[in-house]
C-alpha cells in the first residue's frame, strides 16, 4: 500500500520528532510504501524558520522527500500565506497513492488535492490538524480572513473526500468544528506522542547513569526536568528555578535544557545553581537522553510537543492547565498548575515528594505510555 504525506501547510524539518517525521517513518516501518511531498520551510540554522531550495531527497528512514516551490507569480509574502504550489496534481499522480495523509489543511493548493481525490474516488484521505486559539487565529486578520475565510474554504473543499479529520489536542477537535464548520462525526482526537525507538535507545541504566554524573546529580537526588523554549511566551520556566531553589529539601534538583531568549538570559542564569543546572539547547536524542533521568517533569508554561513525548516514556509530570489539554492526565499520571507564582509550583512539588503521591503517578503514567506510542498512533490513523 502506498501512502502519501502531504506537508504544504506549514513548515518541515527533517530528523526533527514532528507528527509529520514520526508518523511517515512508523507507517515505512509497517512495511507500506511512503513517500513525502513537502514545502521548502525548515529551519535554516537550527532555531530560526525559512526557505531553502526545492529538493528531491531520501531521508534518514529512507522515505523520498520532495520539497517543490512556491509558485513565482505571486509576492512570496502573500503566497507563503495562502501556500499555493505548482504540479501538485501531477506530483501526486506520479505517485499514486492509496491513502493521502495531509498534514494541516491550511493550502489553497489543497483544490488539486480535490482535483486528484475526484478523479480517483478510491483513494482514502485524512487530515490532521495542530491548529488552536493558542498558535493560530489570534489576530483580526489571522481570525477573520485567514482562518475563518480562506483555510474554512481550503477545508470546506477537501470535507466531501475526507474519511477523517484529526485533532492533535482536544482543543483542535473544537477548532476544526468551530473555525473550519467541520461536522463532529468527521473529526476525532489523535494524539502526539513519542517515538518508541528513541525511548528503547536511551533507556540502559549506563546511560542515565552517566547522564547524572555529567550534571553532579547522585543517585539520592530528587530530579526534575523541563525543557523547551524559554522566551517570553513560557517565564513561567524562571519561576520553576526559583522554586527548586526554594525548595527546603536540598536533593531536589532541576535539569532545564532549549534556547533561551536573549533578553532573558541574564535574569536566567541568575537562577542557575548548584541545584538548577541547564543543559543548553538539546537535539530530539539529547530531549530523550535528559527526560530518561527524570523522577518527575515539569512544564509550567504553554503546551508543547515534549508533554506527549514524556507522557509516551511513561514518566510523572506536572503541566500548566490550558483548556483543551487535559489529555495528557490519563487518570493521576499529571498534576496541573494553575496560577503563575513560585509557591503554587513549591506546594505542588512538596505534596508529590512528602505525600507518598509519585509511586501512584508513575503507576499510572507506565500503564498509559501505549496510548502515546507513535507506533499505535500510526496504525490508529489510517484505520
Request: hydrophobic letters at 40%; glycine letters at 6%.
Amino acid at each position: 500500500m502506498k501512502i502519501l504525506h502531504l506537508c504544504l501547510a506549514c513548515f518541515y524539518i527533517d530528523k526533527y520528532s514532528y507528527q509529520e517525521n514520526l508518523l511517515p517513518k512508523e507507517h515505512k516501518k509497517c512495511g507500506f510504501d511512503v513517500r513525502i511531498i513537502a514545502s521548502t520551510e525548515t529551519f535554516v540554522d537550527g532555531i530560526n524558520l525559512g526557505y531553502i531550495k526545492p529538493s528531491k531527497y531520501e531521508n534518514e528512514n529512507n522515505i523520498i522527500v520532495e520539497r517543490i516551490p512556491y509558485v513565482s507569480w505571486l509576492p512570496s509574502k502573500i503566497v507563503h500565506k495562502l501556500r499555493i504550489y505548482p504540479k501538485v496534481y501531477e506530483k501526486i499522480d506520479e505517485f499514486s497513492p492509496d491513502i493521502i495523509f495531509i498534514h494541516e489543511c491550511q493550502f489553497l493548493s489543497i483544490l488539486q488535492v480535490v482535483k486528484y481525490a475526484e478523479k480517483h474516488p478510491q483513494v482514502k484521505i485524512f487530515v490532521d490538524g495542530h491548529a488552536d486559539f493558542s498558535n493560530s487565529a489570534r489576530g483580526f486578520i489571522s481570525r477573520n480572513i485567514l482562518h475563518r475565510l480562506i483555510y474554512r474554504f481550503c477545508a470546506q473543499k477537501i470535507l466531501p473526500y475526507t474519511t477523517k479529520f484529526w485533532g492533535t489536542l482536544p482543543a483542535r477537535v473544537d477548532f476544526f468544528h468551530n473555525v473550519y464548520g467541520i461536522p463532529k462525526e468527521k473529526i476525532d482526537f489523535l494524539p502526539m506522542g513519542a517515538d518508541d525507538d528513541m525511548i528503547a535507545k536511551h533507556n540502559s541504566l549506563k546511560e542515565k547513569e552517566e547522564t547524572k554524573n555529567k550534571f553532579g546529580f547522585s543517585s539520592n537526588d530528587f530530579i526534575i526536568v523541563s525543557g523547551g523554549k524559554i522566551d517570553f511566551a513560557k517565564t513561567q520556566t524562571l519561576l520553576l528555578m526559583g522554586a527548586v531553589n526554594e525548595l527546603e529539601k536540598k536533593n531536589v534538583k532541576l535539569l532545564v535544557f532549549g534556547s533561551v531568549d536573549k533578553q532573558l538570559k541574564e535574569r536566567f542564569d541568575s537562577l542557575c545553581s548548584d541545584r538548577v543546572k541547564y543543559a543548553g539547547w538539546a537535539n530530539v536524542d539529547d530531549s530523550y537522553r535528559y527526560f530518561g533521568i527524570a523522577d518527575l517533569v515539569v512544564f509550567p508554561g504553554r503546551h508543547s510537543v515534549y508533554w506527549e513525548q514524556v507522557a509516551g516514556m511513561g514518566i510523572p509530570m506536572i503541566v500548566k492547565y490550558w483548556p483543551g489539554t487535559t489529555h495528557i492526565d490519563r487518570g493521576g499520571n499529571v498534576k496541573f498548575l494553575y496560577e503563575d507564582t513560585v509557591d503554587e509550583i513549591k506546594e505542588v512539588v512538596k505534596d508529590i515528594f512528602f505525600n507518598g503521591e509519585l509511586e501512584k503517578m508513575e503507576s499510572v503514567a507506565q500503564n498509559n505510555k501505549r496510548f502515546f506510542s507513535y507506533r499505535n498512533i500510526a496504525e490508529r490513523c489510517i484505520e
